[in-house]
Structure formats: structure tokens, C-alpha cells
């Protein structure tokens, strides 16, 4: 198994909610109004750093999350270069405790 952390800039968060209901997933945890700092510029909320990140969290079979990547990866693919959407997967092994 696996948990994704998705996170990608607020205004695409409908189009990744979209790719999780079109694989199926289960479920998953979303925190909107997310600020930060990474290699895809800053988005800290702010007059002069506008922008906020949203981020998701689902735990999945390794299938379906090799599923969600691709699918993702063709949804920033399907933006012209210069306009190409901030949006990182992140894959961690998961182990249901409880």
C-alpha cells in the first residue's frame, strides 16, 4: 500500500479531485489554504507572495497509485509549457495500524 501526498497550487485542486474520482480512490483528506516555499515558486497567501496549495492525503493499493501518478502527470502535461501547473506527488509506504 501506499499514501500519496498530492500538492499542487489551489487553482487546479477540482482537476486532482477529478483524476481521484475517475480511478476510483477511496478516500482521501484534502487541506486547502496550504502556503510554502519549493522549486515551484512561493505561494505564501500574501499581497506579495499571493497564491495558496492545497494538499491531499489517500492511502491506496500500489496499482492505483501508480494509476493517480499518470493520470497527473497527463493533466500538467495538457498545459502549454510556459503555463505548466505546480503539482507534486509524493509516495510513501502506508501500513493500516488500526
Known amino acids: 500500500m501506499k499514501m500519496l501526498m498530492i500538492v499542487c497550487e489551489t487553482g487546479i485542486d477540482y482537476r486532482v479531485v477529478k483524476v481521484l474520482d475517475e480511478v476510483h480512490v477511496p478516500g482521501y483528506t484534502r487541506y486547502s489554504g496550504v ?56 509516495a510513501l509506504p502506508a501500513e493500516i495500524l488500526l
Not at 68 to 80: G, N, P, R, T, W
Open 35 to 90: 502556503s510554502g516555499v519549493g522549486e515551484t515558486g512561493r505561494r505564501l497567501g500574501s499581497p506579495i507572495m499571493p497564491g495558496q496549495n492545497t494538499v491531499f492525503l489517500s492511502v491506496m493499493s500500489d496499482e492505483m497509485a501508480q494509476q493517480v501518478a499518470e493520470k497527473l502527470k497527463q493533466l500538467v502535461d495538457s498545459f502549454e509549457e510556459r503555463r505548466k501547473p505546480a503539482l507534486r506527488v509524493f
